[in-house]
């Protein structure tokens, strides 16, 4: 299975921060790579699929790069509603797996 | 707007079998750019997929839990469900169904996802 280590596991910003998270695969996963922000009690949603492409309808404040094993996501000007959790997922191969979450606080 | 609700007991006793079923609204489950996906969260822990599946009945399962597992799809009612066997105490989870657009490639990320519904086993 690839294992895929998120890190930090939790980070404190404030509104207008950039805020950086990291996903690091036990092997190269090219652009296999998606984020997803979950908030409690809601549906988790998609933000970037293929590493870097954004889904329709989620602000240009989010972004991500990278490709193999280092991935990123980096939120721009990170905005009071952009408090909840983000995990990454590897689309490489079965069994598809997920980094353990970063708790993102906004003040 | 796809929608996805999960629904089932919020209680199973260890070793009986859980069983749920995930509400496809908003569009139609028997399309051929999806599978159709379950996954869970247990307390404290990450994500874990479970399984995908196509309308069709091909699936792929997470080798963990691949000998508990039946997956299945009914066109009829727009819905796809996940029975689990022998359910322990490790099986306690916030259980999600999800869609997975394949639409590229049958290994792919999940784009619609339910809110959840909390499963635990205890007697």
């Known amino acids: 299975d690839i294992q895929m280590t998120q890190f930090p596991s939790s980070v404190s910003a404030s509104v207008g921060d950039r805020v950086t998270i990291t996903c690091r695969a036990s092997?190269?996963?090219?652009?296999?790579l998606a984020w997803y922000q979950h908030k409690t009690g809601k549906a988790p949603k998609l933000l970037i699929y293929?590493?870097?492409s954004l889904q329709s309808g989620v602000p240009l404040r989010f972004s991500g790069s990278g490709s193999a094993t280092d991935f990123t996501l980096t939120i721009n000007n990170v905005q009071p509603e952009d408090s909840a959790t983000y995990f990454c997922?590897?689309?490489?191969?079965?069994?598809?797996?997920f980094g353990g979450g970063t708790n993102v606080e906004v003040k | 707007q796809l929608q996805l609700q999960e629904s089932g007991p919020g209680l199973v006793k260890p070793s009986e079998t859980l069983s749920l079923t995930c509400t496809v609204s908003g569009g139609f489950i028997s399309t051929s750019d999806s599978f159709w996906g379950w996954l869970r969260q247990s307390p404290g822990k990450g994500l874990e997929w479970i399984a995908n599946t196509y309308y069709s009945g091909s699936s792929y399962y997470n080798p963990s839990l691949r000998s508990r597992i039946t997956v299945s799809v009914d066109t009829s009612r727009n819905q796809f469900s996940l029975i689990l066997h022998s359910v322990t105490a490790a099986d306690t989870a916030q259980y999600y169904c999800?869609?997975?657009?394949?639409?590229?490639?049958?290994?792919?990320?999940?784009?619609?996802w339910g809110q959840g519904i909390l499963v635990t086993v205890s007697s």
């Open positions: 293929g590493a870097s």
């Open positions: 997922q590897q689309a490489n191969s079965f069994p598809l797996t």
């Open positions: 092997q190269g996963i090219s652009s296999r």
């Open positions: 999800a869609r997975c657009d394949t639409s590229h490639s049958e290994i792919s990320w999940f784009d619609s």
